[in-house]
């Protein structure tokens, strides 16, 4: 009497795993989306001047650590699609409707991408130094963008809006009267916060190893 061995397959094993992995990613690609979205609505009316804070960097950054450079790239997107639906960008859809659009979805994507680039980049030397270093550069990217997008597009109406306000120029206006108190409450919140994002890659890592 003959006995059937079974043969595993080690690639069709490492298959199986990878697409559980994928899996895995997606759903946290979704929840990551859901919580930008509504930390973005909630933090439309929380206020440093005339514009709300953002809370939704965080979780930018940690999907960049977790899920990849590209999921980075599209929650910063979505936080992007958040803050034109709410309406939080209307004051310069009025004045440029194409650049406000543009602007709002480039420093959101872009935030998003470079903060997965720096852990990718740092990841192998310290998980600790590259989440720090996520962390920090996704409100540095998102503001960063926005200054350059102010002075491109919106430097005349700015400057008006800065006169009105009691600034010498726009200049001032930006950085003092615009973003310097949203830019350092971010900045501060993601360091804050980013021993989370390492907290969460060691839950991940040694999930997988089980």
């Keep these: 009497m003959h006995q059937t061995k079974t043969i595993h397959s080690p690639n069709l094993s490492i ?17 990551l989306t859901a919580v930008v979205a509504v930390l973005q609505f909630v933090g439309a ?16 950054a940690i999907g960049a650590a977790l899920v990849g450079v590209w999921a980075g790239a599209w929650l910063g997107l979505a936080f992007g699609l958040v803050v034109l639906m709410s309406g939080d960008a209307a004051a310069f859809m009025v004045i440029n409707p194409l ?7 480039l420093k959101g994507a872009g935030a998003g991408f470079v903060s997965g680039l720096v852990y990718k980049a740092l990841e192998g030397k310290s998980k600790t130094a590259a989440a720090i270093s996520a962390a920090a550069a996704c409100p540095i990217v998102n503001t960063g963008i926005f200054i350059l997008g102010a ?8 400057a008006e809006w800065g ?38 890659i060691q839950f991940r890592q040694d999930k997988r190893l089980r």
């Design 151 to 158: 002075y491109a597009f919106f430097l005349p109406t700015i």
């Design 45 to 60: 009316f929380v206020r440093f001047g005339p514009f709300s804070i953002s809370l939704v960097l965080m979780p930018i």
């Design 99 to 105: 650049a406000t659009v543009a602007l709002v979805l």
């Design 163 to 200: 006169a009105a306000s009691g600034f010498t120029n726009a200049t001032a206006f930006i950085f003092l009267g615009m973003v310097g108190g949203n830019f350092l409450f971010e900045l501060a919140l993601n360091l804050i916060l980013s021993p989370t994002i390492t907290r969460l």
């Design 15 to 31: 298959g199986k795993q990878s697409a559980s992995f994928s899996t895995q990613k997606l759903v946290m690609l979704g929840m």
